[in-house]
């Protein structure tokens, strides 16, 4: 079946704009996850949804960021004023049930340049 | 603080020779372990996972880990290493309880393949 999908695979924008990125979960998946991706760095976690409880936004690094999710299908992740730093790759995954145990399925992700 | 250390940035191999890649993790509780592979505009895949019983976990691809709780170590390993094995390797720790549901992501061990 069809893997999780992110929208667009890249965007350059300029500093101070506003960027919207698009994940599309696995079908009958509950839990969704963004991460950033730094070059050269491991991945970060920033939010996380899990069914209808309220979104894990503990690793969200400024209240630049945002991210929404309707029910169970898309979420997307919202970078307001953006700054250089923000540069990055950011994957989304989603996985069946949430848990620890779950194995979670990775989106080619969208690189992000902020000129 | 639950972290992934992954001591070697960059490792080069020749085609048919054995790979270790070393992965430590600190978590206070039963660790769930993972290895992902990331290939260049790829996103991230699964290898393989460690819950618990054997301490030893197949994975595709002819991956295999091997679970040592006395070394807090996660360390994978392959027998003879193919050209197209070159990528970035993640080792990542499942972090339990609450809303949580994330990983936390080594900062990955890149790894060359020569002819």
């Known amino acids: 079946g069809a893997g999780v999908s992110q929208s667009p695979s890249n965007k350059v924008t300029e500093k101070g704009k506003d960027v919207e990125l698009r994940c599309d979960p696995i079908s009958g998946h509950t839990a969704l996850y963004w991460y950033r991706q730094r070059l050269g760095q491991g991945l970060e976690f920033l939010i996380y949804f899990q069914g209808n409880s309220a979104p894990d936004k503990s690793g969200l690094p400024s209240d630049r960021f945002s991210a929404e999710r309707t029910g169970e299908s898309v979420s997307t992740l919202t970078i307001q004023r953006t700054q250089q730093e923000d540069s990055a790759v950011y994957l989304c995954a989603s996985s069946l049930t949430g848990g620890r145990a779950d194995t979670q399925y990775f989106g080619p992700g969208t690189r992000l340049t902020v000129l | 603080a639950q972290s992934v250390t992954q001591p070697d940035i960059h490792i080069t191999v020749s085609e048919g020779a054995s790979l270790e890649l070393r992965c430590n993790y600190s978590?206070?509780?039963?660790?769930?372990l993972f290895w992902y592979v990331q290939s260049p505009g790829q996103g991230l895949q699964l290898l393989l996972k460690y819950f618990s019983g054997d301490t030893l976990v197949q994975g595709i691809k002819g991956f295999e880990a091997e679970f040592k709780r006395s070394q807090s170590s996660f360390n994978l390993r392959k027998p003879s290493v193919h050209w197209s094995d070159a990528a970035e390797y993640f080792c990542?720790?499942?972090?339990?309880?609450?809303?949580?549901?994330?990983?936390?992501f080594g900062k990955g061990t890149k790894l060359s393949v020569k002819p």
């Open positions: 990542a720790v499942g972090i339990y309880g609450g809303s949580q549901g994330n990983l936390i």
């Open positions: 978590y206070g509780a039963t660790p769930y």
